[in-house]
């Protein structure tokens, strides 16, 4: 693989909120169900995911950016020998590490370096890498749960199971659908960090869902029972007689479903609203009140 920074495009040693970002913008332009068919963009996908992957690594982040590893994670010492040697001594040219220690018996250095023997050993069993995915969630179906399916590179579908009230930024593991295993390891996970859209009436704070709710001016002032939405449709709520704009009120038990059992609150936000164009008897009405009931609500006044 290429320097990681590059594929993600930013500057070396990037802090991991520049590289998530970074990789955020790419996986949403290079997604395999974006670019059917196109071979370039899935292999451009791999890479931008294989780095994200390789730089999310806090541990071979800090050793790349020290130099104690490249791109692939090998270990940079038998390049520093190349360096220190090559140009030894006139006459003198140890092009192959080997030539070196060889001689040096009962001396396995190499074999201390590289994790072979001297004549050349092969490395152990290594778990294969984990593989990154974005998963675009809608608000409703992250509080609710539900099942997706997704493609990933190399045309592999795979259902996700995404559970009742998930969150912005949480990453799910799917054992054994990353990267192969070497020497008869396992294969390494997938992880899919779900992002979540916006609703347009709920917002969320931990497991409380808040709402702004309209009202009539009767309703606000006389009292009602108005149907308001929540996360599992329309429900009755008794608005109180002499409400106000900031009003909240509360439906208990009726937000995200926690993790081990129960659920949040939902919040309701009264918003009293005039009628559109407000009328002459309206207004008479309003007049003829103000006058025997004067009021102020402004500091000072």
Do not use: C
Request: neutral net charge; charged residues 30%.
């Amino acid at each position: 693989m290429r320097d990681p920074y590059e594929v993600l495009g930013v500057n070396k040693g990037a802090d991991v909120k520049e590289v998530k970002k970074a990789y955020r913008r790419l996986a949403r332009e290079l997604h395999p169900d974006l670019h059917p068919g196109d071979a370039k963009a899935e292999e451009r996908f791999k890479e931008v995911a294989a780095a994200y992957d390789f730089l999310s690594d806090d541990d071979k982040k800090a050793k790349y950016d020290r130099g104690e590893i490249d791109a692939s994670g090998a270990p940079r010492y038998e390049r520093a020998f190349y360096r220190t040697y090559a140009d030894g001594e006139p006459g003198t040219r140890y092009h192959d590490p080997r030539e070196f220690f060889r001689g040096f018996e009962g001396f396995n250095v190499f074999s201390d370096l590289f994790g072979g023997a001297a004549g050349g050993g092969r490395a152990g069993p290594m778990r294969g890498a984990d593989a990154r995915y974005r998963l675009d969630v809608d608000f409703l179906d992250a509080v609710n749960g539900d099942t997706r399916q997704i493609t990933l590179p190399g045309g592999k579908q795979l259902k996700v199971a995404i559970p009742p009230g998930s969150s912005d930024g949480q990453v799910l593991r799917l054992k054994g659908q990353g990267g192969a295993g070497a020497g008869g390891a396992a294969k390494g996970d997938a992880l899919i960090e779900i992002t979540v859209r916006p609703h347009a009436v709920f917002s969320r704070t931990g497991n409380d869902i808040t709402a702004d709710v309209p009202v009539t001016l009767p309703e606000a002032v006389l009292g009602a029972k108005i149907e308001v939405p929540t996360v599992d449709g329309l429900v009755t709520l008794s608005v109180p007689r002499g409400s106000n704009t900031g009003t909240r009120l509360r439906l208990k038990g009726t937000g995200v479903p926690k993790a081990g059992g129960g659920r949040g609150d939902h919040y309701v936000t009264l918003r009293v609203m005039l009628p559109e164009k407000p009328d002459d008897d309206l207004a008479k009405l309003v007049g003829e009140w103000a006058a025997k009931h004067p009021y102020t609500v402004r500091k000072g006044s």
